[in-house]
């Protein structure tokens, strides 16, 4: 559904295709053909949640990969995530979480998993 909604008008079917090696039920990975006429993030997202798909989108690669994370994830699948991709022993992070300020509870985290 992902890659039929994000070829903008006039565009051709084969400039979205999903990329396999990346992709998990936990994010859906599709490379971008260079050049490829794609709609916006914003107006994607705008088109998968009018059809219940609640998720965040991001391009990266210098646009070259399209990144499509379900917002179904739980705090814990976040970090077990974030553990098996960075190889950090879960058992040696000691992780403070709230209601608010979650996001820079976790950048805090992932800032200091990385140094």
Request: net charge positive.
């Amino acid at each position: 559904m992902v890659p039929r909604l994000a070829i903008s008008e006039g565009g051709a079917e084969d400039d979205i295709t999903e990329y396999g090696g990346s992709s998990s039920s936990r994010c859906y990975s599709y490379n971008v053909k260079p050049g490829a006429e794609m709609r916006g993030v914003d107006d994607l997202r705008q088109r998968l949640r009018m059809r219940g798909f609640r998720c965040n989108l991001f391009y990266t690669r210098v646009a070259s990969r399209l990144n499509v994370v379900p917002l179904f994830a739980s705090r814990v699948q976040a970090l077990r995530y974030l553990s098996v991709r960075w190889g950090t022993d879960l058992s040696k992070v000691v992780v403070f979480v709230g209601e608010e300020e979650i996001q820079i509870m976790m950048t805090c985290w992932l800032v200091s998993i990385r140094h």
